[in-house]
């Protein structure tokens, strides 16, 4: 079957960089995408890996490795607003375009 | 905003009844999927329409189904309701030009059955 794993929390004051890790396991794979969803809201898109290397959008960047399997989502210059929930998602092979996720990371900044 | 809508935000039921659920696609997005949150589960797939067709199934329950009409706008239907059906209950779209791998989600009907 396909999994993700990723860390359930991770803590850092504002103005820090924090990396957010996700391995999978996928029998075909389209690429790792990152949502962001913060409490009670609707997760949000952040950014898409589809090839090997670093993605940069402002603040956060993401990263793949597909011959590792993993991949993490890193946040820099960390703000109050950035504390949320953080998803990493697959292509569900079994299901078309739907997305499996991993159980999400809770970013929790402090200042 | 991702220009997708969900009705209604929150609904609050029974044990046994029977609720709909309603979205509205993102302009231009032919593909619709439906997702259930759970504290325990997480997000959890289960089932996506593409112009008005089902294109693939995830962990529906036999007690739910889901139809998308000629709007593109998509129901979910969720019967015999059970305690544990409480949760979350996302709409996200995409397939719209230059949307590439992203989903927009709507912001969601939370779903308590008592």
């Known amino acids: 079957g396909q999994s993700l794993e990723q860390p359930s929390e991770v803590t850092a004051v504002e103005g820090a960089i924090v990396q957010i890790n996700c391995t999978y396991q996928t029998s075909g794979f389209y690429g790792l995408s990152w949502y962001q969803q913060h409490d009670g809201g609707a997760p949000t898109f952040l950014s898409y890996n589809g090839l090997d290397g670093l993605e940069e959008t402002g603040r956060f960047s993401s990263f793949l490795s597909r011959s590792d399997s993993y991949g993490y989502l890193l946040l820099q210059e960390l703000q109050m607003k950035d504390s949320a929930s953080y998803f990493c998602a697959v292509r569900d092979t079994q299901a078309g375009t739907a997305l499996i996720f991993g159980k999400g990371t809770t970013l929790s900044v402090s200042s | 905003d991702s220009g997708v809508t969900q009705t209604p935000k929150h609904l609050i039921t029974a044990t046994g009844q029977r609720v709909t659920l309603r979205c509205s696609p993102r302009?231009?997005?032919?593909?619709v999927y439906w997702y259930q949150q759970s504290l325990d589960q997480g997000l959890q797939f289960l089932i996506q329409?593409?112009?008005?067709?089902?294109?693939a199934k995830g962990n529906i329950l036999e007690r739910f189904s889901a139809q998308q009409f000629p709007d593109l706008h998509s129901e979910l239907n969720l019967s015999s309701l059970e305690l544990g059906d409480s949760a979350l209950y996302f709409c996200a779209s995409s397939g719209g030009v230059g949307s590439g791998e992203t989903q927009y989600f709507g912001p969601g009907t939370r779903l308590l059955v008592l």
């Open positions: 302009s231009g997005d032919l593909s």
């Open positions: 329409y593409y112009n008005g067709e089902e294109r």
